[in-house]
């Protein structure tokens, strides 16, 4: 595979997601013999090679806090442009892609200001209302986990109210408080009542 350029990177200890496909792609080439990789393939050439040697298989891609170069000070900015092109021609129009799924922090057009990576349906907490219940852990959710709580704990730290006012600090577009999912399992398993923001985000 054609990895070297990454080795700026990767002597960096960081990975794109470009570099985690790549490989996996290699990984897959080995595991799928009849499927062969030059070296001036593109990903998007040996997915469209694997789709239509093995039965038309289509892939699945998710990709966690996809955005996460943008925030790196040593990204620069013709990194960040050559990162969207290329997730734009692995992703955009293609007979093997049955459904990405992305997580970010902000939306994409804040990253891609064309028609690069267009074809997304973005949906947040804050302005749509259809998977508002997904977004974290309602009221009814959290009595659930605290009484779990109290009934498997010998003592005692961590209060209803200590839950309510530390972590409902979401509320969805159709009005409901949520809470931070990561935050109430991470106090009640520790049994301790802390910020934790610090242990998260990019």
Not at 69 to 90: A, M, R
Not at 100 to 111: Q, R, V
Request: hydrophobic share 35%; with cysteine; net charge negative.
């Amino acid at each position: 595979m054609y990895c070297s350029s990454g080795v700026a990177y990767i002597t960096k200890r960081y990975f794109t997601n470009k570099y985690i496909i790549l490989l996996c792609l290699w990984i897959c080439s080995t595991t799928i013999p009849q499927i062969e990789i030059y070296e001036d393939d593109s990903a998007a050439d040996v997915l469209e090679t694997i789709f239509e040697e093995c039965d038309q298989q289509r892939f699945v891609f998710v990709l966690d806090e996809w955005d996460f170069i943008f925030h790196k000070d040593f990204v620069t900015e013709e990194n960040k442009k050559q990162y969207v092109l290329f997730l734009s021609n692995l992703l955009k129009d293609r007979s093997y892609v049955q459904l990405t799924y992305m997580t970010g922090i902000l939306p994409i057009a804040k990253y891609s200001s064309g028609s690069e990576l267009n074809m997304f349906w973005e949906y947040t907490m804050a302005s749509e209302a259809k998977y508002n219940e997904y977004f974290g852990f309602t009221d009814s959710e959290v009595d659930q986990l605290y009484e779990k709580y109290t009934r498997n704990t010998r003592e005692i730290h961590i209060s209803r109210e200590d839950l309510k006012e530390w972590y409902d600090g979401y509320t969805t577009k159709s009005g409901e408080r949520m809470y931070n999912p990561r935050f109430v399992v991470l106090a009640l398993t520790n049994n301790n009542i802390g910020n934790y923001w610090t242990s998260s985000g990019p």
